[in-house]
């Protein structure tokens, strides 16, 4: 999609005077929320005094970037986006950690909320993920015991049979619900949904540039995209590592080609962009075990104040036109927006 002419192209569209236009009607909006994975707060911000992220600067210059911190539960993949997701804590989620978790109740979840708000037909709503086991809508698993034939049994007895059951009793002892992932109830309500498998940025963002493409020329669409880069890299290498920094940096030039690719199809000026994460890296460390520091970024010039993560969702509805007084059960949570 990006050959040489197309670069130049994108080139001259981001240096346009092209932007999000708040004054455009709440309900003629669309939106995207990004979330990093495992990105640090304070590295993040290191990384903009170095000029090393010019898109996430560029987007902040029209809109904000403000603090949030993470409450409520583990500092993970699966809690933080369950709460980033919904705007609830675990207490009503269900989903506490990586292995303490439940499916997402019904109805909960920010695109069943953009639903119930404009329709099904009234607005397409999207999931794009880059790591299996956190965001995956997993069904429900049979038990450790059902997973061990009988003597009687006819499967073979291979090496590889006996492997894999080895390794999903070992998955099944660490966590404590095998009811189903927390976004299994979710998936069915998404317009369009890609992911359940570990991927980079590149895979990651040419699925989001062609449903893009896709949605885009259709009317108004919420996408919301996981890169999982930033985390596995921490995870490997450490918050400090080359390797971590990065990761960052790449996912900034990822940013940057979704901006372009707004404002090539003529979208930018109506789509309110958000970034943020599921939770941050403990500092000069391979783990996450208290890391409560993440960030809001948006073109939205009405994003104004710090929070929690549990406002992102009555932000981003809000920002769509949703009355998020009437939402039940209540959020927990506040809009980081300025009113309109």
């Keep these: 999609m990006f050959g040489r002419s197309r670069l130049l192209f994108a080139i001259l569209v981001l240096a346009s005077a092209t932007a999000f236009k708040p004054a455009t009607p709440p309900r003629q909006r669309s939106a995207i929320l990004i979330s990093w994975?495992?990105?640090?707060?304070?590295h993040v911000n290191d990384c903009l005094k170095r000029n090393q992220m010019p898109n996430l600067a560029q987007l902040t210059q029209e809109g904000r970037m403000v603090d949030?911190?993470?409450?409520?539960h583990t500092t993970d993949t699966k809690a933080g986006h369950a709460q980033m997701l919904t705007g609830y804590d675990s207490n009503l989620t269900g989903v506490s950690s990586n292995t303490r978790f439940q499916p997402i109740p019904r109805g909960y979840s920010i695109?069943?909320?953009?639903?119930?708000?404009?329709?099904?037909k009234g607005i397409a709503t999207i999931m794009v993920t880059g790591k299996a086991m956190g965001l995956g809508p997993g069904a429900p698993r049979i038990s450790a015991e059902?997973?061990?034939?009988?003597?009687l049994s006819d499967e073979p007895s291979d090496e590889d049979g006996r492997q894999a059951r080895r390794a999903e009793k070992i998955r099944l002892a660490g966590e404590q619900n095998v009811s189903g992932q927390p976004f299994y109830l979710v998936k069915g309500s998404l317009t369009a949904w890609d992911g359940d498998r570990p991927r980079d940025a590149s895979k990651v963002g040419q699925k989001v540039l062609a449903l893009i493409d896709k949605f885009g020329p259709k009317g108004r669409f919420f996408l919301f995209v996981h890169?999982?880069?930033?985390?596995?890299?921490?995870?490997?290498?450490?918050?400090?590592?080359?390797?971590?920094?990065?990761?960052?940096?790449s996912l900034d030039a990822w940013l940057g080609r979704i901006v372009v690719?707004?404002?090539?199809?003529?979208?930018y000026d109506h789509t309110a962009i958000y970034l943020t994460a599921d939770h941050g890296f403990d500092v000069g460390t391979t783990h996450h075990n208290n890391a409560t520091h993440i960030f809001l970024a948006s073109n939205d010039p009405l994003l104004i104040s710090a929070g929690e993560q549990k406002d992102v969702v009555p932000t981003v509805l809000q920002a769509m036109g949703v009355d998020i007084s009437k939402?039940?059960?209540?959020?927990?949570?506040?809009?980081?927006?300025q009113k309109e």
Excluded: M
């Design 37 to 42: 994975d495992g990105a640090l707060r304070e």
């Design 146 to 151: 059902a997973e061990t034939p009988s003597p």
């Design 111 to 120: 695109f069943e909320r953009l639903q119930e708000s404009f329709g099904k």
């Design 327 to 337: 939402i039940a059960p209540v959020l927990p949570g506040k809009s980081l927006r």
């Design 261 to 267: 690719e707004l404002k090539t199809d003529g979208f």
């Design 227 to 249: 890169f999982g880069d930033a985390d596995v890299a921490g995870h490997k290498y450490g918050e400090a590592s080359r390797e971590y920094n990065d990761a960052l940096v």
């Design 68 to 72: 949030i911190d993470v409450s409520g």
